[in-house]
């Protein structure tokens, strides 16, 4: 014979008690608050949602996003598809993401009170994954990108008939309030395989048609300026490295260069590109190949 089950004396005990008393009344209360907020939930208008969530987000930086669908990504986020980022005054977009998801504190989700996220989605055959903070007027994020196509991420840069083909790897962290160009601070990597150049014009000039195995890039930015600690380039019939100090303006073709650029072409390159080269500063016998660029992005001057 079972012994009677009895409550332990005072306040805690009574509790216990009456939850046991009730239990089954509690549960079917918490089922359905469940439920009710689950459906309140999925009946918000999240395209609202989402598209206030953005505007929050971009508020003062130079572009427009846009997207052409979003859903629910339970419990606490949501999911793009089409995402576009177009710079502000422009009509076209620079970067189209195929799927993106942006998670947040559950309580931000529901208040609309967003200040952190956590990203992650794919584009142009590769995928990605990053965060975003927010604290006071400065905002601060990572981004880190692989096996990127660059032939469709380019395309709205680089004029027809032009291709640039390869595979890029890209890590972005950056600091900054986002007002302009010259208020972010960060560093920037990226690694490059297999980057073939195809038709490709600049300023009206058909470059030679290139490849490189392999390409890689360190640089700093702050304040105003991008330190470019390294660029290097290493081909069969071209070997390029570069190094110096962009100061970055609002409108980035204007920004202004101050590098220093190392040219090794090899006696048996192509006739084109030996023409290309020999249209460079010229150097006295056993002088290596080192120039300066100087200038803007728009209209650089090699010296």
Do not use: C
Not at 85 to 113: D, F, I, K, M
Not at 158 to 163: A, D, L
Not at 275 to 296: A, H, I, N, Q
């Amino acid at each position: 014979m079972r012994p009677d089950v009895t409550a332990p004396p005072g306040r805690l005990g009574r509790l216990l008690a009456v939850l046991r008393e009730r239990a089954e009344l509690i549960g079917f209360a918490a089922f359905t608050f469940t439920v009710f907020l689950v459906a309140l939930v999925w009946s918000l208008p999240h395209d609202l949602i989402a598209a206030r969530a953005i505007e929050v987000a971009t508020a003062n930086a130079p572009v427009r996003v846009a997207f052409r669908s979003v859903e629910l990504a339970i419990p606490n986020g949501y999911r793009f598809t089409d995402l576009r980022v177009t710079p502000t005054g422009a009509s076209q977009p620079v970067a189209t993401l195929s799927e993106v998801s942006v998670r947040v504190p559950l309580g931000a989700l529901l208040t609309g009170n967003f200040r952190q996220a956590v990203v992650d989605g794919r584009t142009y055959g590769g995928d990605f994954h990053g965060w975003v903070r927010l604290a006071g007027d400065r905002a601060s994020g990572a981004l880190d990108a692989r096996s990127i196509r660059l032939d469709p991420a380019l395309a709205p840069l680089v004029p027809p008939p032009g291709r640039v083909q390869g595979t890029a790897d890209l890590s972005l962290q950056l600091a900054g309030d986002g007002r302009t160009t010259q208020s972010s601070e960060g560093d920037v990597t990226l690694a490059v395989r297999d980057l073939a150049l195809d038709q490709v014009s600049v300023r009206g000039f058909r470059l030679p048609d290139l490849s490189f195995p392999e390409v890689g890039a360190a640089a700093q930015v702050f304040d105003a300026r991008l330190q470019l600690k390294e660029l290097r380039a290493a081909g069969d019939d071209l070997r390029f490295e570069a190094s110096g100090d962009v100061l970055l303006r609002d409108q980035l073709p204007q920004s202004v260069l101050n590098l220093r650029m190392t040219v090794e072409v090899p006696p048996d390159a192509p006739p084109a590109l030996k023409l290309v080269s020999g249209l460079l500063p010229k150097r006295d016998p056993g002088e290596p190949p080192t120039y300066t660029v100087k200038g803007t992005i728009a209209a650089p001057v090699v010296r």
